[in-house]
């Protein structure tokens, strides 16, 4: 049924449309954007740049360690 709209909506407004110029692009997939956990104990500690994680990773090498994420909304 949006579909239907929209395609009506850009008939409607073509005249309007050739006389700006954008670009646009228009995907079905949802993001999900999370944070890795550094420490929780009340609550949660993240990686504040790609730096830290890594240098937590690099202290991690030739050991088992987990890693927790968080959904952000």
């Given at each position: 049924?949006i579909?239907?709209?929209?395609?009506?909506l850009?008939?409607?407004?073509?005249?309007k449309?050739?006389?700006?110029?954008s670009?646009?692009?228009?995907?079905?997939?949802?993001?999900?954007?999370?944070?890795?956990?550094?420490?929780?104990?009340?609550t949660?500690s993240?990686?504040?740049?790609?730096?830290?994680?890594g240098?937590?990773?690099?202290?991690?090498?030739?050991?088992n360690?987990?890693?927790?994420?968080e959904?952000q909304?």
């Amino acid at each position: 049924m949006i579909t239907a709209q929209l395609r009506q909506l850009i008939r409607d407004r073509s005249s309007k449309l050739t006389a700006s110029r954008s670009t646009i692009g228009l995907d079905g997939f949802v993001d999900t954007v999370v944070k890795v956990v550094r420490s929780k104990q009340n609550t949660s500690s993240y990686f504040n740049t790609i730096a830290e994680f890594g240098e937590f990773t690099r202290e991690k090498g030739g050991m088992n360690f987990s890693l927790e994420l968080e959904e952000q909304i």
